[in-house]
């Protein structure tokens, strides 16, 4: 099968990869944004969104929707295709897919990350009604309730002290021994509406919305009446494809710097998949219309 010849490629279909798409589409490139799933990315899991400007109390399927329907009606390629690897070939990049392959001068990376999950009964079942993965994101949702938060890493005591100062009560559930900075711990340790529990998340329950949930302890199960659960044992990214680049990367997720440029020239980066603090809707866009700014002038020096 013969490459498909473009002069970007996308990859990721969710806020970073459709602002991207759409700068490109606005410049005249002949681009094309590939993604193995539907348009979206994790958006389509969303229960809610409060903080994305301009689209207050919106559901993520719908805030999806919209982000697809701006990008089709400028004439924007979204192409299924997963990605098995990107290699060189010259000053040409090349995208090994499972539907087909493409060559490209440019490429833009926005795939994202795979949350950790727990694989706890209830918990797939109730995602998005009651068990959520961020705290900065959701945690609005819960003001003046009970929350559950199991993690035993410094980003899930970090997300229980945050949300303490919205819910009524935060039971925080550490199932290994805590790898937390002292600070963090003794914050928590000192807020009066935090508790403590030794213990393994065992069951999240509830029929349409979190009820409660059920964790081990040296002392038997327990059942917790919670109005949502945390489970906060971290994400992965979704950047092993490319492995034969060289690209730099911490654990995974990539170094780019202001301009969303990796060590590989031609390879930029955007969203949740970038090596960063904050991993938001709104920044993720910001970020694709900064590669998709700095692919441009890369395509165009190459055309010269």
């Given at each position: 099968m013969d490459n498909k010849i473009v002069d970007a490629i996308v990859i990721g279909?969710?806020?970073?990869?459709?602002?991207?798409?759409?700068?490109?589409k606005r410049s005249n490139l002949n681009a094309v944004v590939l993604d193995k799933d539907a348009p979206g990315g994790k958006l389509n899991n969303i229960h809610r969104i409060d903080n994305y400007p301009g689209a207050p109390e919106i559901a993520g399927p719908d805030l999806a929707m919209k982000f697809v329907e701006q990008a089709t009606s400028l004439g924007v390629?979204?192409?299924?295709?997963?990605?098995?690897?990107?290699?060189?070939?010259g000053d040409r990049f090349l995208v090994h897919t499972d539907n087909g392959d493409y060559s490209a001068l440019a490429v833009i990376v926005a795939t994202g990350v795979k949350t950790v999950s727990s694989g706890v009964n209830g918990e797939k079942q109730l995602r998005?009604?009651?068990?959520?993965?961020?705290?900065?994101?959701?945690?609005?949702?819960?003001?003046?309730?009970?929350?559950?938060?199991?993690?035993?890493?410094?980003?899930?005591?970090?997300?229980a002290i945050y949300l303490s100062s919205l819910a009524?009560?935060?039971?925080?559930?550490?199932?290994?021994?805590?790898?937390?900075?002292?600070?963090?711990?003794?914050?928590?340790?000192?807020?009066?509406?935090?508790?403590?529990?030794?213990?393994?998340?065992?069951?999240?329950?509830?029929?349409t919305r979190v009820s409660g949930a059920k964790i081990a302890t040296e002392d038997g199960e327990?059942?917790?009446?919670?109005?949502?659960?945390?489970?906060?044992?971290?994400?992965?990214?979704?950047?092993?494809?490319?492995?034969?680049?060289?690209?730099?990367?911490?654990?995974g997720f990539i170094e780019a710097d202001a301009e969303m440029k990796t060590n590989v020239p031609g390879l930029y980066v955007a969203g949740d998949v970038v090596n960063k603090k904050l991993r938001q809707i709104v920044n993720a866009a910001g970020e694709g219309a900064v590669a998709a700014t700095s692919a441009i002038a890369y395509v165009h020096a190459k055309k010269k």
């Open positions: 279909a969710g806020p970073a990869g459709i602002t991207a798409g759409i700068y490109l390629t979204l192409d299924y295709g997963d990605v098995i690897s990107v290699s060189q070939d998005g009604r009651g068990v959520s993965y961020c705290a900065t994101c959701d945690g609005n949702f819960f003001k003046g309730k009970t929350i559950m938060v199991v993690g035993y890493k410094d980003h899930a005591a970090e997300d009524s009560k935060v039971y925080f559930v550490n199932p290994s021994p805590l790898e937390a900075l002292e600070s963090h711990v003794e914050a928590l340790k000192h807020a009066e509406n935090v508790e403590i529990l030794d213990g393994k998340l065992v069951e999240i329950e509830g029929d327990k059942e917790i009446a919670t109005d949502a659960v945390f489970p906060l044992f971290g994400e992965i990214s979704s950047s092993e494809f490319l492995a034969p680049l060289g690209v730099n990367s911490n654990k």
